[in-house]
Nanobody
Framework: QVQLVESGGGLVQAGGSLRLSCAAS????????MGWYRQAPGEQRELVAQ???????NYADSVKGRFTVTRDSAKNTVFLQMSSLKPEDTAVYYC??????????WGPGTQVTVSS
């Protein structure tokens, strides 16, 4: 069974930065992609950023130029560096990992709150 451990959420003022991390307990060779989604109150969960096993990245338009997704394949860990944070970035952020033959797995979520 795949387990995901997230960390790095918290409270920050607008314009500030936070770094999220998510470590997966799975063989790295079986990971297709790792990424981050977020869900604000009353909203649907949406893709924030993801990175494939080959290092290809994809971002939501709302975070392009402000957020950067990276991964440490040796540690099966994905990071989300968030800069120039805005109040509208406030949400619960979820890590998602796609594993060959096993499917998709979600982390428990970490709260990010940006005050104005």
């Amino acid at each position: 069974q795949v387990q995901l451990v997230e960390s790095g959420g918290g409270l920050v003022q607008a314009g500030g930065s936070l770094r999220l991390s998510c470590a997966a307990s799975v063989t790295s060779s079986s990971i297709n992609y790792m990424g981050w989604y977020r869900q604000a109150p009353g909203e649907q969960r949406e893709l924030v950023a993801q990175i494939t096993s080959r290092g290809h990245t994809n971002y939501a338009d709302s975070v392009k130029g402000r957020f950067t997704v990276t991964r440490d394949s040796a540690k099966n860990t994905v990071f989300l560096q968030m800069s120039s944070l805005k109040p509208e970035d406030t949400a619960v952020y979820y890590c998602k990992v796609s594993v060959s033959y096993y499917g998709d797995y979600w982390g428990p979520g970490t709260q990010v709150t940006v005050s104005s």
